[in-house]
């Protein structure tokens, strides 16, 4: 079994998930898809566990609005609707095609700022520009071009993504002077309530931390397998606003996760919905799979 999973993880690559998604269809490719992922063939129909219940969600029950909420331009529609335009970060310019990218003679940017793609998730679709990693125009349209080019939802299985039209946008770079990004707080939130919460730091960086707490702070016991837990995050002195927003933007839904930033222990920062975390193929807490009714 084992080796029929390692074999599976070297041919499930981005050009040959299109082609076998299109023989086995939605539904076997994502039994294949998980098991390869994570070892353990999903009970998609009865689904007990929270990858196979992201599961059930992706074949059965995805939103009608699910292209909308993963659109990293379009979420911000919905954003501004909930009333919290305030924390959307502010975005420098749009790209709606390469013509447009090839036509760029010049920008007015700061020193540090963020090149991202709506249409997809991932350190594909995101270059972070700083003093530490600088770009000059030729490089910024090539990296630009490369984003809108990327095709994102055949690999994990998220036909939502790819409803999606194609555009690069610059938006304000979040993190210090050192160029590396802020922590990032990840908001699991069940028919309204947050349940979890989880916190990554040091991404970029060769450091990478991800620690589990339960909305009073307090520490899950899981362990994740490639991640280290951070010997303490400090709680934002803005945790309870940030709570509000999360439950607000994920409204009555039987399961959203909601990113938002915390800069400088004040601002607080949208940063996506997530419908799908990891695609459910993850590693999550026990936990989860009771959160969600």
């Known amino acids: 079994m084992n080796n029929l999973r390692s074999h599976l993880k070297r041919i499930l690559t981005k050009s040959v998930a299109p082609t076998l998604r299109a023989i086995a269809g939605p539904y076997y490719y994502e039994k294949i898809?998980?098991?390869?992922?994570?070892?353990?063939?999903?009970?998609?129909?009865?689904?007990?566990?929270?990858?196979?219940?992201?599961?059930?969600?992706?074949?059965?029950?995805?939103?009608?609005?699910?292209?909308?909420?993963?659109?990293?331009?379009?979420?911000?529609?919905?954003?501004?609707?909930?009333?919290?335009a305030h924390i959307l970060p502010v975005i420098y310019a749009v790209f709606e095609s390469e013509k447009e990218i090839d036509s760029v003679e010049e920008l007015n940017l700061p020193d540090k700022y963020a090149l991202k793609g709506n249409q997809g998730s991932g350190d594909d679709f995101v270059e972070l520009v700083s003093p530490q990693n600088p770009f000059d125009l030729t490089e910024l349209k090539k990296r630009a071009k490369d984003i809108i080019r990327g095709k994102f939802g055949h690999l994990s299985n998220e036909p939502w993504y790819l409803e999606i039209k194609p555009k690069v946008f610059i938006e304000e770079h979040l993190g210090g002077t050192n160029g590396a990004p802020p922590a990032d707080y990840k908001f699991f939130v069940f028919s309204g309530k947050v349940r979890a919460i989880s916190v990554d730091s040091g991404r970029f960086t060769g450091n990478h931390l991800r620690t589990f707490y339960d909305r009073d702070w307090r520490p899950f016991s899981f362990q994740h397998p490639d991640l280290a837990p951070a010997q303490e995050e400090p709680v934002p002195s803005v945790i309870d606003e940030m709570i509000e927003i999360a439950e607000r933007l994920?409204?009555?839904?039987?399961?959203?996760?909601?990113?938002?930033?915390?800069?400088?222990d004040a601002r607080i920062v949208f940063g996506e919905i997530t419908i799908a975390p990891r695609a459910g193929y993850g590693h999550w807490p026990s936990e989860f799979a009771d959160f969600w009714q």
């Open 33 to 84: 898809r998980s098991f390869a992922a994570t070892g353990r063939w999903p009970d998609i129909d009865n689904p007990k566990t929270f990858n196979e219940k992201i599961s059930h969600l992706k074949i059965f029950s995805a939103p009608p609005d699910a292209s909308a909420l993963a659109d990293k331009l379009a979420v911000r529609h919905v954003v501004k609707a909930a009333g919290y």
């Open 250 to 264: 994920s409204g009555d839904a039987p399961f959203r996760r909601i990113d938002l930033y915390c800069i400088d």
